[in-house]
Every structure is written in structure tokens, then in C-alpha cells.
């Protein structure tokens, strides 16, 4: 097996792993429309990531030709995810009190306006992360077994 094989067959498994632990969050708050939501939409918003997460890493693992195409259309789900995530202040917000909730002497130590352009920077670092997958798996096209123009 070459080694871009390997890389993309261990994505996979990553995503398919990256599915089970979205599973284990089902019920858990997502911040969205400027707050943190959680009940069925929250539910609906991780069975759609399950899906893509599964559709992905078998995608990926078993080199099906649709793989790729699969793979492109996460990365764009994930960056509109992302995206809106970026430009609604009040669930940035909101996720951040949710995440501190517990460590109120944190915000002693450290500006909460810092964390939130470090929250932003990773987030940003993330799907600029995906978008360098996406490429990756573009120059190793030939792994699908068919043509994905």
C-alpha cells in the first residue's frame, strides 16, 4: 500500500471514529441563531454530521468512486457550519459561558475577549484544515478508482 493510501485510509478511520464520538453528543447543545440550542434541532444538527462523518470515512476507506464528491460536499457543510458559527456574535458568546460555566477564575487569568479571538482563530485554522484535505485528496484523486471532475 502507498503511502497516500495509508493517509487517506487512516482519515477515514477518523472520520468513522469522529462519527461515534458525534453520536455520543447527540443531545448536546449547539451554538446556533444566537444561542445555544438544544432539543430536537440539536439532535437533527449531529445525526447530520453522523451521516457525513460515516458517508466520509467509508468514503475514504473503501476508495469508492463517489469518496471524493462526498468528501467535497462535507468540506462545504462544514465551512457554511463554520462560517455561520463565526459571524453570529451571541452563539460565540453564548458557547463561551456555556464552556466557562464551571471555571469562573479562568476569566481572572485570562481576557474573555482573548479567548474568543483564539476560539475564532482555531476555528478558522479548522476548515482551512479541511480545505487542505479536500486538496490533498484532489492530487491523490487516482486513489478513487475513477475519475471526480
Known sequence: MR???LTIRMAGMFFLVSAFFEGLS???GIPLFGAIRGGAIAVVYHL??????????????AARPWGYRVIFVGTIIYSLDKVMYLLDRQARDAAMREMLAGYAGMLDIVDPSSMQQMMNLLTVLMVVSWWGFLLYLYFHRNYFGATTE
Do not use: Q, R
Request: charged letters at 5%; a positive charge; glycine letters at 16%.
Open 3 to 5: 503511502k497516500s493510501n
Open 48 to 61: 447530520l454530521y453522523i451521516g457525513l462523518f460515516l458517508a466520509m470515512g467509508i468514503g475514504l476507506w
Open 26 to 28: 447527540l443531545t448536546s
